[in-house]
């Protein structure tokens, strides 16, 4: 049936045998022979001229195969192409491959990211290799098979997705596990997994002892320590300032070239749990994302236990692209350990990970594509998160107005001076070699996102801001906040207990300045949450004393004038930050709001402090936010 097509088959082997490398900016001719061969066959084996075209066109501005474009577009079932496949090599076709055929062992995880061939064994012993045959090589192998009729009783054909399926159910247990200890055993002082080292607690409980003893004999040293504490949370305010100085640059998006060239595989993970009622809105998001169907991998990853979630994705007609991964019932159930198991089989040169309530702009990959080629040194770029709900309350507002301040202010004055930040917990773009290099993500870590940026940063790789948001929405409820914030606050505990089991080599590895911006940001944040109503009380008793005792001495009457600065000084500054980067119209939604952030900090230190008990008592467990569905979004497409 193909014979007539052999002269584009050859045409096409001589320019790939020449070596040529593809030209980064449009289809070289390695690419052009190829899709000439390709059609040929395809018209062969019935496409039309207008399809065909359009899989051209597909293909040239993608840099895909026109097969891939062919599976990508859906109107050919992958089981009866690779059925026809099967009937041109003369070989049995397995629309399914049972894996206890399957040998477990590491090297088959080849075959999530490629799938292409493997080994296994009939139930009666006999060998059998099962394939997933490329359309330009069947000539290659079915010459090999006519030569020898009797290979065909060991060979057999199947799809990449059977293949996949039957690899991921034959190591799943393996590879669950990788993703829950794997960063514990490759780098344990990277780890939360032991919330506090041996050195952690001898040298507590040494630091305590020490300090009741001094304070007991000289109890001046409650002022000294008083006045360490004002400095150090007037340098943290200092750098808001800075922030607040050097503007907003995210609001003046970014452009790049309408035709970034032949474009890369981008893997999409999203960490499902409890979502049932959110999953259509979320697929209809990344279904409006703007790059070729053909090289995207988007996998949605859904605890094993989480039944109801399953069964709405698998209720929803999804394309292609699209696969819903189980995740084994392994570990810790965080999402961090979630995205590890999808790490491992991540087909993309480039990874982004999105929750379900995300509505991420249409051009953000484009963006991150652009700006990945334009820095190669950089191994992540983290979009601003924007909250789309600061109207439907003064929590939310609140929220909304803080995200402001941290995605628009803060994170970007820290990443155009090179200094490490902590990530954001969705919208985070990565080189996924880079990603896998240094661990993935830390599954014991309840704030994996800002764990993971600074270690990006200790590993020597860069992170920056890209300006196309992720829009999301923030919790409405109280007690839904507060058990948010404060596995956010627990987080960053573990992030700081991690970092700081060796200080002097997170000094040797962030160097001087970043050093400082580790403690200013994550050491400050932290202190900042659990000393907030202790710096309230002594404003508060300090104004008390001056109105009903003698006056202060010099020495008193400076620390009450910083703890002043640094109070009233913090929420103005906040504020600012936060109100200055909003959009009119985001401000328009904030309303008063912005004059509760008093009672707002109040409620970060109530989450911190829980977060404390939290630490002690349930350190790995992991509060769900819900989350809603929008209205006039779909639910799911049966």
Known sequence: MLDGERFHFEHWRRHRDAGKKPDPQRPDH????????ERAVLARLGLSKPWLDELERRA??????????????????????????????????????????????????TQLVRP??????????????VIVPELLRLFEERAQFERAPRLREQFAVTTPGALRAAVRE???????????????????DFSAHQVLSRGQKITATGVLIAGFAVIAVHPAAVTGLHFVFSILFCIMLVLRLAALKAGSPLNRRQSFPADLGPTPVYTVL???????DVVGQLIERLDGLNW???RLDIKLLCEERDEATIAALRAIDLGPEYEVVVVPDIGPRTKPKALNYGLIEARGEFLVIYDAEDRP???????????????????????????????????????????????????????????????????????????????????????????????????????????????????????????????????????????????LRLYRDLGFRGFLAFHLVVTGQLLSALAHPLTLLLVASSIAHMLT??????????????????????????????????????????????????????????????????????????????????????????
């Open 116 to 129: 292409r061939i493997i080994r296994c064994r009939k139930p009666d012993g006999s060998p059998l290799t």
């Open 270 to 276: 999203a960490a499902l749990y409890d979502e049932a």
């Open 361 to 503: 702009h249409p051009d953000q990959l484009l963006e991150a594509w652009h700006h990945f080629r334009a820095a190669p040194e950089t191994a992540c770029f983290q979009s601003p998160l924007v909250i789309g709900n600061g109207g439907a309350g003064a929590l939310p507002a609140l929220f909304a107005l803080e995200y402001s301040a941290l995605f628009r202010r803060l994170l970007p004055f820290l990443a155009a001076r090179g200094l490490p930040l902590p990530l954001g917990g969705t919208s985070n773009h990565f080189r996924t070699d880079v990603l896998k290099s240094v661990g993935g993500w830390d599954p014991y870590n309840v704030t994996e996102d800002a764990d993971l940026g600074m270690r990006l940063h200790r590993a020597g790789h860069g992170t920056e801001m890209l300006t196309r948001p992720t829009v999301e929405d923030a919790p409405t409820r109280p007690r839904v906040w507060i058990n948010q914030r404060s596995r956010w606050q627990k987080g960053w505990m573990q992030t700081w207990l991690a970092h700081m089991r060796d200080p």
């Open 30 to 37: 390695l690419h052009k022979a190829r899709l000439d061969g």
């Open 549 to 638: 005792s003698e006056p202060y001495s010099p020495l008193q009457q400076a620390l009450f004038a910083i703890d002043l600065a640094n109070l009233f000084g913090s929420y103005t500054v906040f504020t600012l930050m936060g109100w200055g980067a909003m959009p009119r119209e985001e401000r328009r939604r904030l309303g008063t709001a912005r004059f509760f952030v008093p009672v707002y900090w109040l409620m970060m230190s109530w989450a911190a402090w829980k977060a404390l008990r939290e630490l002690r008592d349930r350190p790995f467990f992991w509060a769900k936010t819900p989350h809603e569905a929008k209205a006039g979004l779909r639910r799911a497409k049966t």
């Open 292 to 294: 070729p169907r053909s």
């Open 170 to 188: 034959a190591g799943r247990l393996r590879r669950a596990d990788e993703a829950a200890h794997g960063l514990a055993r490759t780098h344990p």
């Open 60 to 109: 040239g501005l993608s840099g895909a195969t026109l097969e891939q474009e062919l599976l990508s577009d859906g109107r050919v079932r992958e089981d009866a192409y690779y059925g026809a496949l099967a009937r041109g090599l003369g070989l049995p076709f397995m629309d399914n491959v049972p894996p206890a055929l399957l040998a477990d062992c590491a090297e088959i995880d």
